[in-house]
Every structure is written in C-alpha cells, then in structure tokens.
C-alpha cells in the first residue's frame, strides 16, 4: 500500500521517529487539489482500492476535515488507511460517518507524550470503539525502543477497549551502523519481545509484526513452543513466528511528490511521481536500484529492514 505525507507538522518528538529528518512545527504540506489527485491515481491502481496518509501527524494537515469528506463523498475509494498518533482525531468525530476510514493509532505512555495527551489520545478511541463502534477499523500499535519498555499502559488499553489483535513493531535504531544485521539488533530484544508477548497473551490479544519483522529463526525451538502455546489456533492470524519476514518496497510519497521506497531511505534515492506510468513502475525501479544491490545472504534476507543491509555497505558483485 503506498502512503501520502500529508504534512511535515507533528505534535509530538517520538524519541524513535523514522520521519524525524521531515518532522517540524512549520512544515510543508500538500495542496489539497494534489492529494485528490494521487488518491484517485493510488486507489485506481490498487486491486484494494486504498491508500494510506501519513504524516508528520496526519490530523494537523490545514484539509483534513475536507480529506475525510472528500473520501467518504468518493465511490472510487474503499478505504483510507490513516496512520496517527490519535491526539486530535477526536475533533473529527463529526466527520467520520462510514467504515470507510481505517485507523492505525500509535500508543506512547503518559510518561513520553504527557498525561494531558494521552487523555486525549484515549478519547479519540473511545470515540473510534463506543461511539462510531468502529473497533474493527481501529489498531492500536506500539513501537518497541527500549529494553526495558513499560507496557502497562498499552495493555490496559487494549483491555479496557477489547481489541483483539495488537499492531507490534520494533523500532529500527538511528545507531543500525553499530550492527552487523538486523538480526544481531533483533536478538538483543528478545527477551523485551517475550515480556510483551507473555502480557498481551494474558489479556488473549495476538500481536502482528508491522515493519522490521522480526524472523522466527532467532528463537529457540522451546521459545518458539512458549509462544505457540501462548496464543494457540490465533497464532495463525499472527505473522510473529513466521519463517522469513520479507521486506519489499512500500512506496512513501512526500509533500513535494517525491517517492521513497520507505521513509527507512528518505535520505537516498528518490522519484518523482508523475514521471512514472504505474506504481508498479516506480516499485520495480527501487527494487532493481536498492534490492538488488544489497547483498543479503539466505540468513540475512529471512529478517529486518532492508536499510541493516545498506548501511554495512556490502554490495552485490
């Protein structure tokens, strides 16, 4: 699924941002009349018909309100995938009106984003799960950055709102030179990945993996037991302990309409939109100009974000 940036503005300085090269408080965003024309491209070229809006933080983009009114009032569109912090969505609620908006909510604790954020942030939910009752378009996600992360708060949301399924992913470190692979990083997080797990499993939550997938190889045929006994049949609804965890091109798109194959190389090479015919186009470029040139042995290629691979700059002969 490609993403839009709508907006470089965000309300908040995660301490593990991915977009913190974009993220500032007077940012660029795009022209609305733009954004309607690259949704319509994206859906149309999409088998699902949707796309997702990123940001910065999607909710401050200046059109918001008429981006959710533009979507509900489109028969092209079947869904918008929006990619937020949930702080301000509750400002919205007058606007959101169908199941057409699916909602990816990143949870930070009271401790990182304030006590005065987080309430506002567990509004917009209850908005999302009892008013709208739109739980089945709703995920709450956690970025795993420290060892010793608190995951109290996490779990008491998904308790207290009765999801069912949590979005997990470990946060790629802005030191990843430091690591030979990604699955060096990933092994040092096991034990943090098995605390989360042994939690959600108790409050009968199934986790899935969003980016830097975490392979099955780098747990030990009793782990892999604990954790399939853990969650059971579910575990099949799950991609926690699958045997390779691919990486292919998402297709980030910025205000300026410049293309990433992920905001992971923001910093490198970058498209223009119009310039290509098809996204499937502009998907095979990154492949033949990033994939291909990384070399990733079997091992390596089973884990992790492709960007381990380049920063260790070893290049396909």
Known sequence: MANIMLTEKCNLRCPYCFADDFVCDRGKEIPFEELKRVILRIVRESPARKVGLIGGEPTLYSKFRETLEFMEQSEEIRHIVIFTNGILLNQFADSI????????????????????????????????????????????????????????????????????????SLVVPHNMEQYDSAKQYQREFKSTLLRLFRQLSEIEVVPNYDCNKVPASIW????????????????????????????????????QLNVFRCFGFSDGQKVKLDEFESLNQIKAYFVENIDKNVLRCHEECEAGCLRFGVNRHVICE
């Open 97 to 168: 009106r169908s199941d057409k908006p699916v909602f990816l909510i990143n949870c930070n604790s009271p401790q990182t984003i304030g006590n005065s954020n987080f309430r506002r942030m567990e509004q917009s939910i209850e908005m999302l799960v009892r008013d709208k009752r739109l739980i089945n378009n709703t995920m709450l996600g956690l970025n795993v950055y420290k060892k010793d992360q608190d995951f109290d708060f996490f779990i008491k949301l998904l308790k207290d709102y009765c999801f069912r399924y949590a979005r997990i």
């Open 220 to 255: 030990t045929s009793d782990e892999q037991t604990e954790i399939r006994e853990m969650f059971g049949e579910r575990i099949k609804r799950s991609n926690i302990l699958h045997p390779a965890q691919k990486c292919s091109p998402t297709l980030d798109i910025d205000t």
